[in-house]
Nanobody, 123 residues
Framework: QVQLVESGGGLVQPGGSLRLVCTAS????????MGWFRQAPGKQREWVAS?????????GVADSVKGRFTIARDNAENTVALHMTNLKPDDTAVYFC???????????????WGPGTQVTVSS
């Protein structure tokens, strides 16, 4: 069983900061890429940021959050953090962890989603 567990969401005032963390666990051979999408009510899910786990690199973020959000590998194995600063009301959404993972016993990668964590930016 492969699972993505998210934490760090909550209510924050405009201009505030939050740190979202996602950890992959279960019967995993290798985690290749981890990242974040978000979906606001009535809108389509959009890509926010992603970073390679096994290949390294600095990752990338969407233009809509560039300069405010950064993505990084955390100290724990198969863990990624989304550092969000100068949050705006338009950032309000459910944030979903997403990962490309080779499960144990497989020769391919599958795409997995976390259950989502709510981020609300409001005064």
């Amino acid at each position: 069983q492969v699972q993505l567990v998210e934490s760090g969401g909550g209510l924050v005032q405009p201009g505030g900061s939050l740190r979202l963390v996602c950890t992959a666990s279960g019967n995993i051979t290798r985690v290749h890429v981890m990242g974040w999408f978000r979906q606001a009510p009535g809108k389509q899910r959009e890509w926010v940021a992603s970073i390679g786990i096994t290949s390294g690199g600095s990752g990338g973020v969407a233009d809509s959050v560039k300069g405010r959000f950064t993505i990084a590998r955390d100290n724990a194995e198969n863990t990624v953090a989304l550092h969000m600063t100068n949050l705006k009301p338009d950032d309000t959404a459910v944030y979903f962890c997403n990962a490309n993972i080779q499960p144990a016993g497989a020769t391919h990668q599958d795409n997995y989603w976390g259950p989502g964590t709510q981020v609300t930016v409001s005064s």
